[in-house]
């Protein structure tokens, strides 16, 4: 028996069958590549779900963490600690927002999201009945709350009730969102790009249109940034392409590189109005070595000129793409910004696909039920591209 299938069979006896895991054994990381336990290579296009941005086995990020180990792993936030001032500052001086909350996970982002525009709406007239709306295909994460804004019947229903106050509006039609508004409205929330959902950009007149109804009606915006913000479409945050600026922004996923951290960030306003002390916490959230993983990150993203490859590269990217479209009919059409990019596929099963790939040394990435889905490390070279493209073509 080799090594991985050891591992794997073990794997099923005791950990809860919550995926429907592909037959390989990761063991290590180098640049672009992986390496499974039994020593076969992959060039990784899905960066373990759109996280590890700066490739593995960075020199600088892997010292930071240890030297972070090595003086202090955790304190609470009952204290303060040098590298919590020094991530809030970097994310505040990118996102141009004012306040950071630190947690451990994106959907713990989008609790806090909520909890927050819940309240700012409480404060205001005392209400208890407060209404949020989302989007239909949109993706916020497992937890009780982020679930209940996530727009897919298949993930909601075995779990109802969920939380109330919810409706739900089409992803670019600003008229169905604006068919949900009511004096009770307190948020809207949407992805900018929505990613599981299968990789939908924000058309700029939907976006913007929603930040004006926002605006005008004293509703706050919360945009989920978790998948597509640092630097993954070529601005640090995709909003940005847009130039919209939410009320309240969740952040996750390549914000710690691989270690567990994410944030929601809020604007003077949102900040000003809401929480308090008291009315939220975590016992993890934003310690030391979730801190300097963040604050290494920013470092290292400015260093490398990171969103600058990504603009730089996002031609090249989409051309390969566009020309795997024009040469296969089941391929029907490319979708996305920057590194985050959807080939739409008709007729075969997405699954199957993803799967050849790892058979041929590839790994990339379904979203929704016919998408593939390309969202490398942020370092990859054209030459990565290449090698990419050949391993995905001959997974047909
Ligand atoms: C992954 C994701 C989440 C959930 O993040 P977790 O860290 O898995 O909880 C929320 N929103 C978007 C857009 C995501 O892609």
Redesign the pocket.
């Known amino acids: 028996m080799s090594v991985s299938q050891n591992i794997m069979d073990r794997t099923e006896q005791v950990v809860l069958h919550t995926y429907n895991r592909f037959p390989v054994v990761f063991e290590k990381g180098e640049g672009v590549c992986l390496t499974d336990a039994d020593g076969k290579e992959y060039l990784d296009f899905g960066a373990g779900?759109?996280v590890f941005a700066l490739g593995y086995g960075n020199k600088s990020y892997n010292d930071a963490l240890k030297n972070q180990i090595d003086k202090l792993i955790h304190t609470s936030n009952l204290y303060y600690h040098k590298p919590l001032c020094e991530a809030a500052e970097k994310i505040i001086a990118h996102t141009g927002l004012s306040r950071v909350f630190f947690t451990n996970?994106?959907?713990?982002?989008?609790e806090g999201a909520i909890k927050c525009a819940r309240k700012y709406a409480y404060l205001k007239d005392g209400a208890s009945d407060h209404e949020i709306i989302a989007m239909n295909h949109?993706?916020?994460?497992?937890?009780v709350g982020?679930l209940s804004v996530t727009g897919n019947t298949h993930y909601q229903d075995p779990f109802k009730p969920l939380m109330g106050g919810v409706k739900f509006a089409d992803f670019n039609d600003l008229d169905s969102v604006l068919a949900q508004i009511t004096d009770k409205t307190c948020a809207i929330i949407l992805?900018t790009v929505?990613?599981?959902g299968g990789i939908f950009p924000a058309d700029p007149e939907f976006l913007q249109g929603v930040r004006k109804i926002c605006t005008e009606k004293d509703i706050l915006l919360i945009l989920?940034?978790?998948?597509?913000g640092m630097g993954r479409t070529g601005s640090w945050f995709a909003c940005q392409h847009y130039g919209v600026e939410p009320d309240i922004m969740?952040c996750?996923?390549a914000l710690g590189c691989g270690i567990?951290v994410?944030a929601f960030v809020l604007n003077e306003k949102a900040a000003a109005h809401s929480l308090v002390p008291g009315d939220h916490g975590t016992t993890y959230g934003g310690n030391p070595l979730a801190c300097a993983a963040v604050s290494a990150v920013f470092d290292l993203f400015d260093e490398m000129d990171l969103v600058g490859h990504v603009q730089a590269l996002t031609p090249y990217f989409e051309k390969k793409l566009d020309e795997l479209v024009g040469k296969y009919d089941f391929l029907v059409k490319r979708r996305g910004m920057g590194f985050m990019q959807g080939l739409v596929v008709e007729g075969r099963p997405v699954g199957a696909i993803v799967k050849k790939a790892l058979e041929n040394g590839l790994v990339i990435l379904s979203a929704g039920s016919d998408v593939i889905r390309l969202v490398p490390p942020l370092v990859i070279t054209e030459k990565d591209i290449d090698e990419m493209i050949r391993r995905l073509e001959a997974s047909f």
């Not at 996970?105 to 989008?110: D, R, V």
């Not at 949109?138 to 937890?143: A, I, L, M, Q």
């Open positions: 779900i759109a996970s994106g959907a713990e982002a989008i949109s993706f916020h994460g497992r937890t982020a992805e929505q990613g599981e989920d940034e978790i998948q597509c969740t996750a996923k567990p994410g």
